[in-house]
C-alpha cells in the first residue's frame, strides 16, 4: 500500500530535533549506572544512552557527553549530574538507542 509506505518513510525521515527541558529531576541512585571504556574512562548508562565523562567541576557536578558526538553524528546531547542525580539533560539525540553498544559491555564482563 503506497499510502503505508509514504507514512513509514516520512517517519524515518523526521528526525527528532525538539531538545528536551532541563528540568532538574531526582534520579533513584540505583537507576544511574556506570561503567569503563575500552580506553579506561568513565562511563555513563542512563535510559539505554552511553555518555563519556566530559568534565568534573569543582561543586561536584559532573558533565556528560554522548559517546556519538565523537562520529560523525556529532551527536548534542549531555547530561549534568552531582552526586548521583541528574541535574539537567541537555537536547535530544540523534540515533538509536545504545543497546547494541551497552549490551556488548555486559557481555565481556561475563
Aim: with cysteine; charged share 25%.
Amino acid at each position: 500500500n503506497p499510502a503505508v509506505l509514504t507514512a513509514v518513510t516520512e517517519t524515518k525521515i523526521v528526525p527528532e530535533t525538539k531538545p528536551e527541558i532541563p528540568i532538574p529531576e531526582k534520579t533513584n541512585p540505583k537507576t544511574l549506572q556506570y561503567t569503563v571504556s575500552t580506553h579506561g574512562s568513565l562511563q555513563l548508562i542512563l535510559n539505554r544512552f552511553l555518555y563519556y565523562l566530559k568534565n568534573t567541576k569543582i561543586d561536584r557536578t559532573r558533565q556528560w557527553r554522548c559517546v556519538d558526538y565523537l562520529t560523525k553524528t556529532k551527536c548534542p546531547a549531555f547530561v549534568i549530574t552531582r552526586d548521583n542525580m541528574v541535574l539537567q539533560r541537555i537536547q535530544a539525540h540523534k540515533h538509536p538507542f545504545h543497546d547494541k553498544k551497552i549490551l556488548k559491555k555486559m557481555m565481556s564482563k561475563n
